[in-house]
Structures are given as C-alpha cells and as structure tokens.
C-alpha cells in the first residue's frame, strides 16, 4: 500500500517541479545573458492564464484535435508511474519497463503530429513533419541508450537498473555508461525541442518544429500541452541523473530517505538545468537539414554503448 502511495506523490511532485524547471532554465539563460529575466515561478502564472482563457477550435478541426492534449498529457503522467524517480523498486515494475516507457512518449509525439495536420494549417503539416523525422531518430537512440545500461544489468526494468548501478558503483565509469549518457543527453535536447535542434523561444518558419504543431491550440488544450512538454523534459532529467548517477535514490520506504531522494532529485535537476542553460548560451541553433547529422552522431554513441557494454560485461 505504501508503495502505491509512493508512485502516486512522485507523479503529483513531477508535475508541480516541471513548470519550475521550465522557469529556472528560463533564468539561469536570462542571468548568463545579464538579463533579469522572468521570474522562476513564471511558467506556473502562464498555465493559469491559459487554463483560464477560452478556447478556440478550427472549424475543419476534428474531435482528434480536442482529444489529443488530454492524449499527450495522460502519456507523460502514466511515464511518471513507471520512471524511478524518488524510489526504487517500483508496484509498476511488473507491467513497465525501457520499452513501455518509449513507446508511452512516442504515443503523445504521434497523436500531437495527427493533431498537427488536423486543422489543415500549413505550418501544422510543416511542424508534423519535421516532429516525425526527429522522432524516427531519436526513439531508437532512447531505447538503445538504455538498453546499454540494461546489458550490464540484466533486465530491461528500470528500477533493476538502477538497482544495480548502485550495488556496482565502478560501472557508472565504465565506457558502456559514458557513451550512453552522452547519446541520451543529445537525444533530450531533441525531444524536448531544446537548443540546438529546436528553439522554444521563437516561431520562425524557417526554425520551428514543435511549436509549429500546436499553434492552432488555445486556452485549456495549450496549457495541458505545455504542462506535459514540461513533465517530459522532467522525465529525461530523472533519467539522466538517476539512470547514470543514482545515488539519492531511496530503495527503503523511510522517512529519511524519502527526503534524501527529494533532496537528490532536486539538485540533478538544477545541475542539468544549469548545463541545458549554459548550452543554450553558447551554442546556436542547427539548420535544419544538419539535424539529422547530430542524431545519427547520437546513434553511433548509443550503439557503441551498446556494443561496449556486450563486451565487457
């Protein structure tokens, strides 16, 4: 039962953290580029506002266009249930694993692409299409990322995996681990439409991918889309630090370290928002037709992860 209880408060604590992430990235890059900047809190007063407009539906739109945000959201709140990111082990463990999770998060990728072309917009086809090709890249290189970590330990679940990462400290520096992590941190930054390959911040035609897919959205759709965009880019947070460094992660149901794990959560995720936030800095956005190129560049890293791992284990 408490595991239960302890499934359900991660997945309430990754939705009210994600808006928060969204908005301490937004300052660290404001505070580097010596803007003040909006305030941490600013997306969760966005959502607010949004849920409290009107919404406004094309009329070619079908009931495909009204189903999908509450689609994409159902998707990123169900990852939650199965994604370690406070306990280890998980009541969920038995029916989720690497695999279920990927395609959870390529379920709301699709539907959004459908909703895309829905309306019949030119930009919504142009952004479905462009959403489609990142993904054929980036999904295979989530799944083999991972599965490189699964190789060592054994199981395709992910709360064995960190599990074992923890009994087998030494393997979190082992070339299997390194490669992988650098393929899932570049493919992070492309699912989340993060710098280089995508620009939150802007809608120019020539640049926009996600954006071009949901600007037929308003009001209550619009916030439940960019609430899950948020939840998402917390889910490959949690990956990345608790996957590859999972120390913090509780693997007992106390008090105490429930409250360490919390702790550790929150300082990976401030760690890696000060890194997306320093790239973003640094680094311009990609022309579109050199997107690929970084993908399949993650690719060969997950794959030599993968290879690397076979052969050492």
Do not use: C
Request: charged share 10%; glycine share 8%.
């Amino acid at each position: 039962m408490i595991g239960y209880v302890l499934v359900v408060a991660q997945a309430a604590l990754a939705l009210l953290l994600a808006p928060g992430l969204v908005g301490l990235i937004r300052w660290m890059k404001a505070r580097l580029q010596n803007r003040r900047g909006a305030p941490v809190l600013q997306p969760y007063w966005e959502l607010g506002k949004l849920f409290r407009k009107e919404v406004v539906v094309s009329n070619n739109a079908s009931w495909l266009f009204r189903a999908t945000p509450f689609i994409v959201f159902a998707s990123v709140v169900a990852v939650t249930f199965l994604v370690p990111i406070l306990a280890v082990p998980l009541p969920f463990d038995g029916v989720g694993d690497l695999l279920v999770v990927v395609y959870l998060l390529l379920l709301g990728t699709f539907f959004l692409s459908l909703a895309g072309l829905d309306p019949g917009s030119p930009f919504g086809g142009m952004g479905a299409s462009r959403e489609m090709t990142v993904a054929a890249l980036a999904e295979p290189t989530v799944a083999l990322a991972i599965f490189a970590l699964a190789l060592s330990a054994g199981s395709t679940n992910l709360g064995q995996i960190v599990a074992r990462t923890m009994a087998d400290p030494g393997a979190a520096l082992s070339p299997g681990h390194l490669l992988a992590f650098g393929a899932l941190f570049i493919v992070t930054l492309a699912e989340t439409g993060r710098l280089p390959i995508d620009n939150p911040a802007t809608h120019l035609e020539l640049t926009m991918i996600h954006e071009a897919m949901v600007l037929e959205y308003s009001g209550r759709y619009l916030a439940l889309i960019e609430w899950a965009a948020a939840v998402k880019l917390l889910i490959f947070f949690s990956l990345l630090g608790n996957l590859f460094v999972p120390w913090g992660v509780s693997v007992t149901m106390t008090p105490s370290t429930l409250a360490i794990a919390v702790a550790s959560l929150l300082a990976k995720l401030v760690v890696l928002a000060g890194v997306v936030a320093v790239l973003e800095t640094r680094i311009a956005k990609l022309r579109l037709f050199r997107v690929p190129e970084l993908l399949s560049a993650s690719f060969v890293l997950a794959l030599l992860a993968v290879t690397s791992s076979f052969l050492l284990r």
